[in-house]
């Protein structure tokens, strides 16, 4: 970028804001205007887009307090992640290195701009006077049952050799590195979001000023479902129950289908079939986009279950690559006629279709032998015995409550809500304050001992997590009892970095704690994000 002179841009601005004072005056009662922008990777150099944006911010800043507001306008770094560690493994350089210079450059730049930042209030994530306070929160949340440690499947870059978020998996390919994202089982952190699944969907009635289609997004991420268990007899006096949302078009089931981690298939885990498909299942993501767009596969158990409505009839037990344990059950019984997945599997295995849904309006384009597709649409039940003639919610109850009454399931109520999970096996990020002992319990660290550094001698072509291959990092002692301990090698997510730097803002100097109640309570909320 070219060099310009600040003072006259700032004299060009001055005129301009005399000619714009006796506009439409803009009520004053909040006293104060927060005009957040960005909060940038220090990639290098700014691009056009945020010269476009930062103005945006800056009319808005200079306007207000024109206007007579007290105005927060301030600029971060959001400085930890893969870029900075792949970009240093390539180059030979320090991640720390690369990035700092990289942020000297950027606000050199935006400073050339003239726009009216408070450039003392800038903070970056990779300080350690922001992310200490990022740990000590850690620490709090993990006393408070809010941070939890479980083993679950994640999404998995085969190339970048970490965890990926479901936003960070674009096409089934990982946004960096464009690899086709693996299913993978680890034990993570994870904040426990789920908890408040139900508290979030009521919330939603709140937001009067949020526009309907963003709160109907919101909705559907949370994704409340009312449905119900029912087991299944199998052969061998074994069970399998099984989570449906659509438990009226039970007489319509011609097959189950399982999770390759439900408890059933520990019987083949030494099968060489079953082996081969698991490995196949594992090159499927985790993200329902994935899930969705993979070819439908399955295995073939040999069991069969009986049906719990109609008698004297078995149905095949599948495992299935499009079914997770984490969802519902690990379980789920299919109606190809009713459900598009189902159907493309039905179709593939040469399973029966048996349609149990008739369309009010149109055409029933399920004539046998010659069924185009799944129908879920509205209608009416038919070849389902009781059910008969009854509309779908109407069924719901009905099938529901008659299979309460056998004592063969239950109404429950599902989220399609998943908890954030936050660990990244990657050196370049915030260390994750936690400690494992001996007896193997994991604990956090004592906050006197906060901030926990990343060490500066670590080999970045190490295969793996550099920070899991450090000979001494990782040990430690535990300051309560003295006895050795290991540090967790994660690091956290920087979505984590970057879902609280608004507050910070409010009190970026201070050192105690995270920020300032009284600061707070004044600046926030946000009045403008750009």
Wanted: net charge positive.
């Amino acid at each position: 970028m070219n060099k310009v002179d600040v003072k006259e841009i700032d004299k060009k601005w001055q005129n301009f804001w005399l000619k714009i004072k006796d506009s439409p005056k803009i009520s004053n009662k909040k006293k104060k205007f927060y005009c957040l922008e960005m909060f940038p990777y220090p990639s290098g150099k700014i691009h056009m887009g945020h010269v476009r944006n930062y103005t945006i911010g800056d009319v808005l800043a200079r306007y207000k307090s024109m206007c007579g507001f007290n105005v927060l306008h301030p600029m971060g770094w959001d400085s930890f992640g893969m870029p900075a560690e792949n970009a240093a493994r390539e180059n030979k350089l320090d991640p720390k290195d690369w990035t700092k210079k990289n942020i000297a450059t950027m606000k050199k730049q935006l400073q050339s701009l003239g726009l009216s930042i408070d450039w003392d209030l800038e903070i970056s994530t990779c300080d350690e006077e922001y992310y200490k306070h990022q740990q000590a929160l850690f620490i709090d949340m993990y006393n408070k049952g809010l941070i939890i440690r479980k083993e679950t499947y994640v999404n998995w870059d085969p190339v970048d050799k970490t965890v990926l978020a479901n936003e960070q998996v674009i096409n089934g390919r990982g946004w960096r590195s464009n690899a086709i994202v693996e299913r993978k089982k680890l034990s993570q952190w994870f904040f426990n979001i789920s908890k408040f699944s139900n508290e979030l969907l009521e919330d939603l009635k709140t937001l009067n000023q949020w526009p309907d289609k963003v709160k109907l997004m919101q909705k559907n991420w949370i994704g409340k479902s009312v449905g119900c268990e029912i087991d299944f007899e199998i052969e061998g006096n074994q069970k399998v129950k099984i989570f449906t949302t659509r438990p009226d078009t039970i007489f319509g089931a011609t097959f189950l289908a399982l999770s390759v981690d439900h408890p059933l298939c520990k019987s083949f885990n030494k099968k060489e079939d079953f082996l081969k498909f698991k490995k196949t299942v594992s090159q499927v993501g985790t993200t329902e986009e994935a899930i969705a767009n993979a070819e439908k596969v399955g295995f073939d158990t040999g069991f069969k279950a009986k049906h719990p409505f109609i008698k004297n009839k078995t149905i095949p037990v599948y495992v299935a690559n499009f079914i997770l344990m984490d969802y519902g059950t690990g379980a789920i019984f299919g109606c190809p006629a009713h459900d598009q997945r189902d159907y493309d599997f039905a179709k593939k295995y040469k399973l029966e279709i048996i349609q149990v849904i008739k369309p009010k309006v149109g055409t029933d384009n399920f004539k046998k032998h010659n069924i185009k597709g799944a129908y879920d649409g509205e209608g009416n039940l038919i070849n389902s015995e009781f059910l008969n003639d009854l509309n779908i919610i109407e069924a719901k109850k009905r099938i529901i409550s008659e299979i309460e009454r056998k004592k063969i399931g239950k109404k429950t109520i599902s989220f399609r809500l998943k908890d954030w999970g936050i660990s990244r096996q990657r050196y370049w990020g915030c260390p994750i304050p936690m400690i494992y002992l001996k007896d193997g319990s994991v604990v956090p660290v004592e906050k006197s001992e906060l901030p926990i550094r990343l060490p500066e001698d670590v080999d970045l072509n190490s295969k793996g997590n550099p920070l899991e291959n450090h000979p001494t990092w990782k040990k430690t002692t535990y300051k309560k009892t003295g006895e050795t301990a290991i540090r967790e090698t994660d690091t956290l997510d920087t979505f984590v970095d970057s879902s609280w730097y608004f507050v910070r803002f409010c009190s970026p100097k201070l050192d105690d704690k995270p920020f300032d109640e009284k600061s707070l309570n004044y600046w926030m909320p946000v009045d403008q994000y750009i």
